[in-house]
């Protein structure tokens, strides 16, 4: 296998799994339409950051997302607290306005800085062919670090997402994990950004664990599971990408959104199919009963 | 000169028809909806495109519509199978805005719309991109699209008011009044999907969702009344357009980013000096001198 597309299957396999098991903790959190938010926010610290840099470097450019990711969760935050505006019409604001900018940003960088060839194009709609030796080698590091991260404070992540006020009872630091979770969230939009651009970005944090919910009751299972789904649709959607010449990112969504449609119907409990069975299976039992109750006979 | 005017005029009205539209997505917490239907309006332009191999007029609208429809009725769907919304919302419309996408590329050498031009949009053409009855120009088709929604959205507001409002802020009193909320609720998702379609083409997807939430979450903020909330939030609209515009012409960058921005300055200034709402007032009231 050519070394190159061997580059662009892992970088999809491990951005798949780290965005999965973030994605989890997301969903839980009922937060995952700020995974948008935080995808599109980071446009404008992006630009910013090439600005000050000069270069494309993707560790730059994670900096500088992740800078101006920060700031877009604490505007919505602020709006929602001081005013009677609800949270998704302030998510709505910050992602769009945020993005706006960006894109002002871009047009001005791209007049005046030659930024065509720096390739920042890419990060709108995601080219994983483009990623380079270094690239591969920030976003391995990175999603290892964040596989690691949420291995690490499992058992605290657990806490704060089901129940935040034992959590606070106990002494553990809720607001700093809740930055810690906010942050790996944001790194994982940044690293996935040029592999499957900004709109799909989002999704490959909700699909996946969305799809891992229906399997499983336990938290650990579901982690595991949402990292599992979203590695085989970054590697089927770079495999499909490579021999039908098709963009990747919204291939691999397509394989996760099949993989979701999948559990959504199919699952053993949760499952749509599942359930529709044990209903028909119980009118039955309790026709069963009626009729012998008619009957007079005894169960 | 007709030339400022003509970007002008489709900024305007796309103001304006997000305005109106938008008021009553962000009173009903639905704000997120705009987002989703604006990306996946692209599956519907694609897919009229396939059926009808044209990119205007009526075919796009109705493509829009279906598939504008289709996302509000798939969201619902998975909602009420136990989805929790934010997260039926994010699966259908990156799923259905990933098929456009897909079905672009392998058009794409025939069909002259990349997704590029789709999200970012450029407003800057719309002047060159006239209609011609019996080889006469009568200005740009932009102006006759956005026109022709506007026409469609003010007559719904202005024949279905009443139940547009009693369903916007008490759902359950609307049922027991008789009032048909799901229709309604369709009515305003349709509205929604031609409004998105017909501002996505000259502003893009980025714009149209700028314009729908800012400027009526603005609005919000100035006032209680909500006619008064309409007015005020296609003010604002066109307010931001001409700022954005100008600004954008100043630094040479790109025209509907600096309108995105400049509804998010109003907001930010809105958000300190708003009358009743505002922070300083807030504030003020908090710590008498």
Known sequence: MDVNVQWVFTSMALLGLASGMIGTFALLKKQSLIGDAMAHAALPGIC????????????????????????????????????????????????????????VLLTWINQHEGGNQSGINDFLFGKAASLTGNDVNVLTITAVLMVITILFFFKEFKIITFDRAFAQGIGIPVSLL????????????????????????????????????YWTERLGWMTLLAGVFGALSGVAGAYVSLIAYVPTGPLVIIFATALFLFSFLFAPKRGLCSKIIRRHVERKKLRVKQLMYERGEQL | MSYTIWILLTATLVGINCGLVGTFLVLRKMSMLSDAISHSVLLGIVG???????????????????????????????????????????????????????????????????????????????????????????????????????????????????????????????ITLGIPVALIHYVLMG???????????????????????????????????????????????????????????AFNVSISGAIAVSTGVIFFVSLWIAPKHGLLRKWLKKSPV
């Open chain 1, 178 to 213: 809740n930055g810690v979770l906010m942050f790996l969230i944001v790194s994982v939009v940044v690293i996935g950004l040029q592999a499957v651009g900004v709109v799909l970005m989002s999704a490959l944090l909700i699909t996946p664990a969305l799809a891992a919910r």
């Open chain 2, 48 to 174: 009229a495109y396939m059926v009808s191999h044209q990119l205007q007029g009526v075919s796009m609208l109705l493509g829009a519509l279906l598939v504008g429809l289709l996302t509000t009725f798939l969201v619902q769907l998975l909602h009420q199978k136990g989805v929790q919304s934010d997260a039926a919302i994010g699966v259908v419309f990156t799923c259905l805005f990933a098929i456009g996408v897909v079905l672009i590329s392998l058009f794409a050498d025939r069909v002259h719309l990349d997704v590029e031009h789709a999200l970012m949009g450029e407003i800057a053409f719309v002047p060159w991109d006239v209609l011609e009855v019996g080889g006469q120009s009568i200005g740009p088709k932009a102006i006759w699209l956005l026109g022709f929604v506007l026409a469609i959205n003010i007559f719904v507001i202005v024949f279905a008011y009443k139940e547009l409002k009693i369903s916007s802020f008490d759902s359950e009193m609307a």
């Open chain 1, 48 to 103: 910013i950051a090439f600005l000050f840099y000069g270069q494309k470097s993707l560790l730059v450019f994670l900096i500088g997302a992740a800078c101006s990711g920060y700031m877009a969760t604490v505007c919505i935050q602020f709006i929602v607290k001081h005013t009677r505006i609800k949270e998704d019409a302030a998510i709505g604001i910050v992602l769009s306005v945020f993005f706006g900018l960006g894109i």
């Open chain 2, 191 to 249: 509205m929604l999907s031609l409004t998105t379609v017909a501002s996505f083409d000259s502003v893009g997807a980025i714009l149209v969702v700028a314009m729908l939430i800012v400027p009526s979450a603005t609005a919000y903020l100035w006032t209680d009344r909500l006619s008064m909330m309409l007015i005020c939030s296609a003010f604002i609209g066109v307010l931001a357009s001409v700022i954005g515009y100008v600004g954008a012409t």
